[in-house]
């Protein structure tokens, strides 16, 4: 018998496991630089492995899911992240640190693959996009409590070793939730075969929505990633707007599910393209507490872009399956391992530009910030476009359990 219950919360504490490594090694960045003697190039590149390992065991968990079992990537994924935390805790080398977080970011990964598909299978419709949204806030929800793990630990004097070791906390306790159970089935017969994904995703619906995932994946990472150099001279505490983010975002996938069974997931997804592009359009005209305002209505509107896209797929693609549902994850991963590089040389050319106008200080700060979020704000403008095409598109579509449904 399946115990969905103990599968949601051992996904869950996966998801966790995810959120933790992005926000505690983010604070631990400093420590590791000094007492490794690592230039700032350095701790780049082993932040880019996290990003990196991720999209690869997404995809080939896809690949692999209906064959080996999620049992079986979930089990990989436990020794991938136990392996990954113990490394760089004992890590004393640059090159020791490049491969613990290329596995962590293996073990992530996999987190995605198996357990994307397996709230997919255990439920339906409504409830579907409910827990879809409720597993999802967990990574915006893990990253505060991260962030503040991180801060008081080392506000403490605590070293950053002892930090890395609260990963392993959530990490042991999904691999004991995980230990035994029953996996779903998929809903849908070809869903279990690779040919029946490919089939699902070679269809102009699963390319549009590819389109559509590298643009609300820079609407969301874009800005949170570089919030400490955008934001540091806007009158707000960087750190403080970042945790608002996503404290905010974690609440609202909490809801997600009344909110789809209100306006639908294409609704949703249009209404948050909107959100999006007013709250960075505010972010460049306001300064000083007005900003933690702001703050909210950017998160909102980017707190339902992942689950939702993810989760569409599953409604209205549901022959592409497990794989599909990785490949478009693994591309927003993707879209942020290269558009990183070139946000950064959008700040750096802004600040130039702001340099020679003769701006100086804090002055030449905020205007560099103001200009990049500018700039990134053409990706939700473009993704207004494409939702409300999206939105025409599926008028009348039924998904895929209303389908099942009629068909008995």
Request: charged share 10%.
């Amino acid at each position: 018998m399946i115990n969905d219950k103990r599968l949601f919360y051992a996904s869950c504490f996966a998801l966790i496991t995810t959120a933790l490594s992005f926000s505690i090694r983010a604070g631990i960045l400093p420590q590791l630089g000094e007492q490794l003697e690592l230039s700032a190039a350095q701790l780049g590149s082993i932040n880019s492995m996290w990003f990196f390992g991720f999209p690869i065991a997404m995809v080939i968990g896809g690949l692999i899911y209906h064959t080996v079992g999620g049992e079986r990537i979930m089990q990989f994924a436990f020794l991938a992240h136990a392996i990954g935390i113990i490394l760089t805790i004992y890590a004393g080398s640059y090159m020791t640190l490049m491969i613990s977080t290329f596995l962590i970011g293996l073990g992530n990964g996999c987190t995605e693959a198996a357990c994307n598909p397996l709230i997919a299978d255990t439920y339906k419709g409504n409830k579907m996009s409910t827990m879809m949204n409720r597993f999802h806030m967990w990574f915006p929800g893990g990253i505060v409590v991260g962030s503040l793990i991180s801060f008081f630990m080392t506000k403490a004097g605590m070293s950053w070793q002892a930090q890395i070791w609260i990963i392993l906390i959530p990490t042991v306790i999904y691999a004991y939730l995980f230990w035994g159970q029953k996996w779903p089935k998929a809903k849908v017969e070809e869903a279990g075969t690779v040919i029946g994904n490919l089939k699902g995703m070679i269809t102009p619906l699963f390319i549009f929505i590819l389109v559509c995932m590298w643009f609300t994946a820079q609407t969301e990472f874009g800005p949170t990633q570089w919030v400490e150099l955008i934001l540091k001279s806007s009158g707000a505490a960087p750190m403080l707007v970042l945790a608002l983010i996503t404290g905010t975002m974690a609440v609202a996938r909490y809801f997600g599910g009344n909110v789809v069974h209100q306006f639908n997931t294409t609704g949703v997804l249009l209404i948050s393209a909107i959100l999006a592009t007013i709250g960075l359009y505010l972010f460049t005209t306001v300064t000083g507490p007005a900003v933690y305002g702001v703050a909210i209505i950017f998160a909102l509107g980017v707190a339902y872009f992942w689950p939702n896209m993810i989760g569409f797929v599953a409604d209205y693609i549901p022959k592409s399956g497990a794989l599909g549902m990785s490949v478009v994850g693994a591309l927003g991963m993707l879209s942020s391992f290269f558009m990183q590089p070139i946000i950064g040389g959008w700040i750096d050319s802004n600040r130039a530009e702001a340099a020679a106008a003769g701006l100086e200080g804090d002055a030449l700060e905020l205007a560099t910030g103001q200009a990049t979020l500018a700039t990134i704000n053409f990706f939700p403008i473009i993704l207004i476009v494409l939702f409300t095409i999206l939105f025409f598109w599926m008028r009348g579509k039924k998904k895929v359990d209303e389908e099942l449904e009629v068909a008995l």
